[in-house]
């Protein structure tokens, strides 16, 4: 069972998702405590996202997806939702603090962040097609605002791995550092928010939300078309596959 540690370090809300049995990847209870807890941070002056040791966030649970049910997969996937949109529509600066794997929904959510850091040993990469999903909450829309609109076709279509460095050149994060080095990096990023505006720095973020907010009917759409793919032969042979460690052998198009 996994959980959601909150923390006040200094001047920010530090937010952990643990689970490490499924790399931290979180279901509906833990996106909404998470949410709940960003909700919370209004007195802090930045909240920081990270995962427990062995990874960053693996995004939402593959484990319901080898027998999916439409209550359970709608709870998930509007979980996933909510979690993104409470980090865009927090008032204070949301950094990523990736210490591991953001693969998945994991990765979508270093979209969502406002800043990044990582470690040296971090990973990033989509993970839709390769185990019955799509990443259409970021992945497909804003990721390309991000780092290009070919980069992120080929991030959530190819579902390839990228280390630290590579994101770094992408520009998915701010800044890469030695893993012994991580907290204390963004320790000192919230000391300099610390020193500035509040109100300004929410009136930056805010407008800052443009492509975010464009991108936004998508992310419905999106998410209504998983619905309707729910129990499909894709679906449920790409999360058997991925549980079982294997290579999917998806259905031939028709």
């Not at 999903?133 to 970021?138: D, H, I, L, M, N």
């Amino acid at each position: 069972m996994g959980q959601v540690h909150v923390e006040q370090r200094g001047d920010a809300t530090w937010i952990t998702f643990d689970a490490p049995e499924r790399r931290n990847a979180f279901d509906p209870e833990m996106s909404a405590a998470a949410v709940e807890a960003i909700e919370a941070s209004t007195s802090s002056r930045a909240v920081v996202i990270t995962g427990a040791p062995g990874g960053f966030c693996a995004g939402g649970a593959l484990n319901m997806l080898g027998t999916p049910s439409m209550t359970d997969m709608r709870g998930l996937y509007r979980g996933s939702l909510r979690l993104f949109d409470a980090v865009r529509q927090c008032p204070r600066p949301v950094i990523a603090a990736v210490n591991g794997a953001a693969a998945g929904g994991g990765n979508e959510l270093v979209v969502a962040c406002d800043l990044a850091v990582a470690a040296e040993s971090a990973t990033f990469g989509q993970t839709g097609p390769r185990v019955g999903s799509s990443p259409v909450t970021g992945a497909t829309n804003v990721l390309g605002i991000q780092i290009g609109e070919k980069r992120a076709k080929e991030m959530a279509m190819l579902c390839r791995r990228y280390t630290a460095e590579q994101a770094l050149e992408l520009g998915l994060v701010n800044q890469v550092v030695p893993d012994d080095q991580l907290v204390a990096t963004v320790d000192g990023i919230v000391e300099e928010l610390a020193l500035l505006s509040p109100r300004y720095l929410e009136i930056t973020k805010v407008s800052s939300n443009v492509w975010w907010n464009a991108a936004r009917d998508s992310f419905s759409t999106g998410l209504g078309m998983l619905v309707q793919a729910i129990g499909s032969d894709d679906m449920v042979e790409g999360a058997t596959a991925f549980l079982e460690k294997r290579r999917p052998e998806f259905p031939r198009p028709e």
